[in-house]
């Protein structure tokens, strides 16, 4: 695939940004498991947390190939700055796709310029990736709906001004907008530490004790919250991942790249070994693969096809997969300095075992693939599976 000029130029000032601001602090917000503020705060006026919205209420109104170059630089400088842009373009993509007229003029300019920061709030303590099942209940109670509930792994959760809450209501899942600014009794959000990877993600537990919402903060309707709201968002978030896989694998590339031809063995380079010069090549293949398959589920997504849904399992099925195998093979390369905190690479293994588990593990990724082929299959008049 061929990226126009606005598209080059964008990936340019992207990977420039994520060189200077990002990288060389990226190991300190991982072993601090903090983002400062001030880096959230250069994202927020580079327009990167409205990069989906539309331009007239301030956003920046990426195309889906340019958002996923995004993904993939930040993914490239560090991945719990990147899960920010993830969640956070989930939620503004749902009110904006299923939120009334008053919510949107509310809710989508502050959440494009950053004033506002977002957060998804479906997972649970019983409830991962069968996301219909939550247990939090909403009880309509006058003007509230009354949550209570547990929400678990919740991204930036520490630091969110509003979260997209999912709960039952009267036996249906259903979305609503908490405002953690506004008079919130019962809501307690406890931060989560000394998790494997992503660690500057400030994840959080948040305790929802008769916690009430304003009725007018449901999102669509009652029963809306999981075939429609969260499936929606949810194909973003993974698709947000799937580069974000890449970015993490070309991290590690050009960190072995450089490892190999600084490193000497037996008295010469690595670089020149040509078991390493394997492992380098397998590499650079997997990763164009990954990155033509994110290009596609993009390109689908742009013009409106409805298999960008399972395009984009593919995506984030093969590019995580390949995030863990390079960030294996770049540990294996460094050797005993590849377990050294000193070297990125080990960040880069443990932020790549995250992402086969968020946004739909990879199991679940196989079962929705399996399950397309299947049905392509028995639809086809001469049994065969269209290759497009």
Known sequence: MELTTQQKNAQNEFRIFVNEEIIPYASEFDLQEYTPSTIIKKIAQ????GALLPKEIGGMGMDMITFGLLNEEIGRGCSSLRSLLTVHSMVTQAINKWGNESQKEHWLPKL??????????LSEPNVGSDAKSVE???NLSGDYYILKGQKKHITYGQIADIFLVFAQSGGKASAFLLDKNSPSPGLDIKPMTGILGVRG???????????PIPKENLIGKEGFGFPYIASSA???GKYSVA???????????????KYTSERKQFGVYLKEHQLIRQMITEMISNIKAARLLCYQAGYLKEIGDPNFIVETSIAKYFASKIACQVSSDAIQIHGGNGCNSKYPVERYWRDAKIMEIIEGSTQI???TIA???????FSSPAKTLAYN
């Open 112 to 121: 494009a310029s950053g004033e506002v920061i977002a957060a998804f709030a």
């Open 46 to 49: 580079r327009g990167f947390l």
């Open 234 to 236: 949810l194909d973003y």
């Open 371 to 377: 399950d397309y082929g299947y049905q392509q299959y």
């Open 201 to 211: 993600s400030m994840l959080a537990e948040l305790h929802l004790n008769n916690c």
């Open 365 to 367: 990724q196989q079962i």
């Open 243 to 257: 580069w974000g896989c890449i970015g993490i694998a070309q991290a590690c590339l050009e960190a072995c790249i």
């Open 136 to 138: 939090t209940i909403a």
